[in-house]
């Protein structure tokens, strides 16, 4: 069965330093990843998504995520971190080429950012 | 172009009662997933459709049912309403014509609370 987790229900950091959002999925076939951010009151937005190809992929709002298929991970990071980016964070999995509409997700990381 | 819509976006109901939820997918999206989000479950799949069928099913209850229509717009609805169905309900679209195309689009939901 696929799963997802995510390391840290909760990340503080200040803003300007490092943002780095843990996800590790078991899976025994190449999965689809995706990174989702919710605003409160709000649904989700994509930031980012892997299926085949690179293994470093770009986001939206200057995130990026690398695909380790080694240590089955696929964390997010952004260099700098703005006030705008405290929300909470959604890693999700696809788990076959036939699980159309079926994302698994994790259980959200909230991130807080300090003036 | 438009992005995911859901009506309404509150609803209060009382234990024992029948709910319809709607979703207008983004243009020509011919998928649309159902989730449910609560804070002790985090976010799960409800069911997808795609073209009119049932494609996927989730691990709920027959209580809860979807239907698609011919313009690609999904209901879902929940009957005999307990307390514990109080949650985020969240709509999503996509193409999904292959798996590569997974990724996909939400509305803002619809907050139901059961009293």
């Known amino acids: 069965a696929q799963s997802v987790t995510q390391l840290g229900s909760h990340v503080s950091v200040s803003e300007g330093a490092l943002v780095l959002l843990r996800c590790n999925y078991s899976s025994s076939v190449p999965p689809y990843l995706f990174w989702y951010v919710q605003y409160p009151n709000q649904g989700l937005q994509l930031l980012l998504k892997y299926t085949t190809g690179a293994t470093l992929v770009k986001g939206i709002n200057g995130f990026e995520a690398e695909f380790k298929k080694s240590e089955t991970s696929f964390h997010l990071t952004k260099p700098s971190a703005h006030m705008s980016d405290a929300a909470e964070y959604f890693c999700?999995?696809?788990?076959?080429?036939?699980?159309?509409?079926?994302?698994?997700f994790g259980q959200g990381t909230i991130l807080t950012v300090h003036p | 172009k438009a992005g995911v819509t859901q009506t309404p976006r509150y609803l209060i109901k009382t234990r024992g009662q029948q709910v319809t939820l709607s979703c207008s997918p983004i243009?020509?999206?011919?998928?649309v997933s159902w989730y449910q989000q609560t804070p002790g479950q985090g976010l799960q799949f409800l069911f997808e459709?795609?073209?009119?069928?049932?494609?996927n099913k989730g691990n709920f209850p027959g209580r809860f049912s979807g239907r698609q229509f011919s313009n690609s717009r999904s209901e879902m609805n929940v009957s005999t309403l307990e307390l514990g169905d109080s949650a985020l309900y969240l709509c999503a679209s996509s193409l999904a014509r292959l798996a590569g195309e997974n990724e996909q689009y939400f509305g803002p939901g619809t907050r139901l609370t059961v009293t």
């Open positions: 459709y795609f073209s009119e069928t049932q494609r």
């Open positions: 243009s020509g999206h011919r998928s």
């Open positions: 999700a999995v696809i788990q076959s080429f036939t699980s159309y509409g079926k994302l698994t």
